[in-house]
């Protein structure tokens, strides 16, 4: 069954640091660029960041520059994103999805950026 | 960065009857290979997204025949023939024509009257 399992989300402060990861299953997974993408309560969609298959292109939205990134580990079929110096503004449900196609996606885990 | 307008915000509709959503592009979304990356998707409550439609107007398998996309340039539409109770949620347009960013429509709430 081709699957994306995100995990790693969770409650954190302001100026925090989380790392999510992604698994994926059911193909393959170095063959395809990959994306995050992600969804703040009662909002809709808003990409994030993609990565090319081998890693050598990266692309953000212009709000996560600098702050946030975007790896992979295609040896664990493993997508990540590290997110670092977090804002109340990035609380949201964080998916992972196979691009630039889109035509999977995982779960999504939550991450809330709270005092 | 493409600007993705959708209408309407909310879409009440009876069982049965048809359904229609735009989505208007603030610049063509031909890219340079000549094809037109615009994909719907479909949200559930509570779930993740599901592409329904690649490429204007393919639908993905799976997707029930109901589901039309169609459109040029600018202007798309998705349009479900006969709404059925499954069809519930909130779908939204994506462009991935001219990247980054990739962008979104705001979607629209299908709901049942």
């Known amino acids: 069954e081709v699957q994306l399992v995100e995990s790693g989300g969770g409650l954190v402060q302001p100026g925090g640091s989380l790392r999510l990861s992604c698994v994926a299953s059911?193909?393959?997974?170095?063959?395809?660029?990959m994306s995050w993408v992600r969804q703040a309560p009662g909002k809709g969609l808003e990409w994030v960041a993609n990565?090319?298959?081998?890693?050598?292109?990266?692309y953000y939205v212009d709000s996560v520059k600098g702050r946030f990134t975007i790896s992979r580990d295609n040896a664990k079929n493993s997508l990540y994103l590290q997110m670092n110096s977090l804002r109340a503004e990035d609380t949201a449900v964080y998916y992972c999805?196979?691009?630039?196609?889109?035509?999977?996606w995982g779960q999504g885990t939550m991450v809330t950026v709270s005092s | 960065d493409v600007v993705m307008t959708q209408s309407p915000l909310s879409l009440p509709v009876t069982l049965g009857q048809p359904a229609s959503i735009s989505c208007r592009s603030s610049?063509?979304?031909?890219?340079?290979?000549?094809?037109?990356?615009l994909n719907w998707f479909q949200q559930r409550p509570g779930q993740s997204p599901r592409r329904l439609i690649y490429?204007?107007?393919n639908r993905d398998p799976g997707v029930p025949d109901r589901f039309s996309g169609s459109g040029s340039g600018t202007d798309f539409t998705l349009k479900i023939s006969r709404v059925e109770a499954e069809d519930v949620g909130v779908y939204y347009c994506?462009?991935?024509?001219?990247?980054?960013?990739?962008?979104f429509g705001g979607g629209t709430k299908v709901e049942i009257k």
């Open positions: 999805a196979r691009a630039k196609a889109f035509d999977i």
């Open positions: 059911g193909f393959t997974f170095s063959s395809y660029w």
């Open positions: 990565m090319k298959q081998d890693g050598s292109e990266k």
């Open positions: 610049q063509s979304l031909v890219h340079s290979d000549g094809n037109t990356y």
């Open positions: 490429k204007v107007s």
């Open positions: 994506m462009q991935g024509t001219h990247w980054p960013p990739l962008t």
